[in-house]
């Protein structure tokens, strides 16, 4: 209100944020129609720290009500007091579905417009890198995508992802380098293999061999280690499943969080040796 007032002095019409606020106090609010088609979602008193819920006419395209809180019991109150709702948009949250389900069991529940694009760019980046052993360079030849013969057969379609672009970068960086020993410009490699400039530059400068090798980042801390012979003993046994291997190594003593769990199984899914998975350890 202190903006919209300085606003108003601007216009010759000198007030306060106060004033203002008491006159749309003042203003009647406009009669609601018949709800048929709302939003639900939740929004931020503190962003945080605490939330509540809005509501929305997706029809009028307008606010409806804001609740104090995101309660199961709070959604229900409020869908039982406006009945004859046909269709309701949310998240995937789970205590929304449950408080329609029971406040308004009539309506259709779908998925909100940008939880259905957000669900479907990661759909399609799941496809896009399950399948990009099938992308190649036209300039290159045909076996920089080719993988080793001596590849683990079954491996996961990212391990051999991995294993394509290391080939294909290894050809890359073999094409480049020759193309600047013949005396041709980076200019003129990047417009023949269709790449960068600042790729062609990249390779030359920071790789001076032909094969480019991208170091696996390590994961976990000096706390996590102890505890990496009894992943082991779990995953050899047949449970993969990260989040019971970390309620396990939990219950013994461990106190990081399971995303490190889950990062260091994520490697041994993928077929990598351990010393590409261990953590960072100190010289002594």
Not at 155 to 180: D, G
């Amino acid at each position: 209100m202190l903006c919209k007032a300085r606003v108003c002095q601007h216009l010759a019409l000198p007030t306060s944020g106060r004033t203002l606020l008491r006159i749309l106090h003042k203003i009647p609010l406009p009669d609601q129609k018949r709800l048929r088609v709302i939003g639900i979602d939740d929004w931020a008193w503190r962003k945080g720290q605490r939330y509540g819920t809005i509501i929305c006419d997706l029809e009028r395209r307008c606010v409806v009500d804001l609740l104090p809180d995101t309660e199961l019991e709070t959604v229900v109150c409020w869908l039982e007091q406006h009945p004859g709702i046909e269709i309701i948009t949310r998240d995937g949250s789970i205590a929304f579905a449950d408080a329609i389900n029971k406040g308004a069991p009539q309506a259709r529940q779908v998925a909100d417009r940008w939880h259905l694009i957000h669900s479907l760019a990661r759909a399609a980046e799941q496809v896009i890198k399950a399948h990009r052993t099938c992308l190649t360079i036209k300039e290159l030849p045909s076996e920089a995508t080719a993988l080793p013969q001596d590849f683990p057969i079954g491996s996961s379609n990212r391990a051999r992802s991995k294993a394509a672009n290391a080939r294909r970068r290894e050809h890359l960086a073999r094409e480049i380098s020759t193309r600047y020993a013949k005396g041709e410009t980076q200019k003129e490699i990047a417009a023949a293999l269709q790449v960068s400039l600042s790729t062609v530059r990249n390779y030359l400068y920071n790789y001076a061999e032909a094969t480019v090798e991208r170091k696996v980042r390590p994961v976990g801390t000096k706390s996590f280690h102890p505890f990496i012979p009894y992943i082991q003993q779990r995953w050899s046994a047949g449970c993969q499943n990260a989040s019971q291997i970390w309620r396990e190594v939990a219950a013994q003593g461990y106190h990081g969080s399971v995303k490190t769990v889950i990062a260091f199984v994520g490697r041994l899914r993928q077929g990598l040796p351990l010393e590409s998975c261990l953590p960072y350890r100190r010289q002594v």
